[in-house]
């Protein structure tokens, strides 16, 4: 019970991200490149173990844009000019261009490379084929709804490859979901053909979203995990769940991603003792409300800290 856990991204330290703008600048090879980002990753595995995190994540040091490293390995997709994504934040925004497919793995060798490093499991990390269609130009498909099924097809794929190298989690991340209420049905249909048939642990996550207008749908998604964040709400989300009860377990987020601050000890327990009037200990997973890669490595390794430390504590109350 009280499982921590991360919920994806971590920051680049800095030689990565300097390598990453030498690479696009031709100025690296993508071998060269592919070292450091390894190295990266052994840090962060490493950084994890010893803070005592239960389920780990690669930290995503080899992506960019969730949606643009996708559509990168697909088939059927273009790149557009540079766009702003939030803040001073530019990506550039795919174009689905053509039938959607998929030639090989696109995750697998990395989530090898990762779980190598660890006798602790590694989750497979997915975006959702709701999201990847939403955050695209479509210029192929008759419809938002035949874009996204074509992408389900893909990622279902990936995620059946997933399981079969032995990931134990596999999250199907879903951001896009809490933007437009009117097309929940959609990506609950979506993401049902990612999941049917996993025998993997399913978690998706969704975040800053209009949830008072999904809420009474969220039971319908078709996974074992919903992981949102509370932290940045204060944990105002408490009381929807509170009237609606969630049968599914949930990724409790503990601490805001999107704030300098460490959150304290204490406030974390007593945002984790909130949360159990709401939810069964064995409902609840424990980790930030979002990717860390915003903060800074030393920001990130804090709030990790203390939500590790947060929970043994709250653990121990229990046992």
């Not at 702003?84 to 696109?106: D, F, L, M, T």
């Amino acid at each position: 019970m009280l499982l921590t856990t991360s919920v994806g991204s971590l920051p680049k330290p800095d030689y990565l991200s300097k390598a990453r703008t030498q690479a696009r600048k031709g100025e690296i090879s993508a071998k060269a490149l592919r070292v450091l980002e390894d190295q990266a990753t052994r840090e962060w595995i490493k950084i994890q173990e010893e803070l005592g995190i239960d389920i780990l994540v690669d930290g995503e040091q080899y992506r960019g844009d969730m949606v643009a490293y996708f559509a990168e390995y697909f088939g059927g997709f273009k790149e557009s000019e540079l766009v702003r994504s939030y803040g001073n934040r530019y990506y550039r925004k795919p174009i689905i261009a053509g039938k959607v497919s998929r030639k090989k793995p696109v995750t697998i060798e990395r989530w090898r490379f990762a779980q190598s490093l660890t006798q602790r499991p590694i989750k497979g990390m997915l975006t959702g084929p709701y999201t990847i269609m939403d955050w695209s130009f479509n210029e192929y498909y008759s419809s938002r709804r035949a874009a996204t099924l074509a992408i389900a097809k893909v990622i279902r794929d990936e995620a059946r490859d997933l399981e079969k190298a032995g990931a134990q989690y596999i999250q199907i991340d879903e951001p896009a979901i809490s933007t437009r209420p009117e097309e929940m049905d959609l990506a609950i249909e979506a993401l049902g053909v990612v999941t049917r048939g996993l025998n993997a642990k399913t978690i998706t996550h969704i975040c800053y979203g209009d949830f008072k207008t999904i809420g009474p749908k969220l039971s319908r998604l078709p996974v074992d995990q919903i992981d949102l964040e509370f932290a940045n709400r204060n944990f105002e989300l408490l009381d929807f769940f509170r009237s609606k009860p969630l049968r599914k377990e949930i990724g409790l987020g503990v601490v805001d991603v999107h704030n300098h601050r460490t959150e304290s000890r204490q406030e974390v327990i007593a945002n984790l003792q909130k949360a159990l009037t709401v939810f069964k200990p064995e409902q609840i997973y424990v980790d930030p409300d979002c990717g860390l890669k915003t903060r800074t490595p030393k920001e990130a390794i804090e709030k990790l800290s203390v939500v590790v430390e947060a929970t043994k504590a709250v653990r121990a109350e229990l046992c």
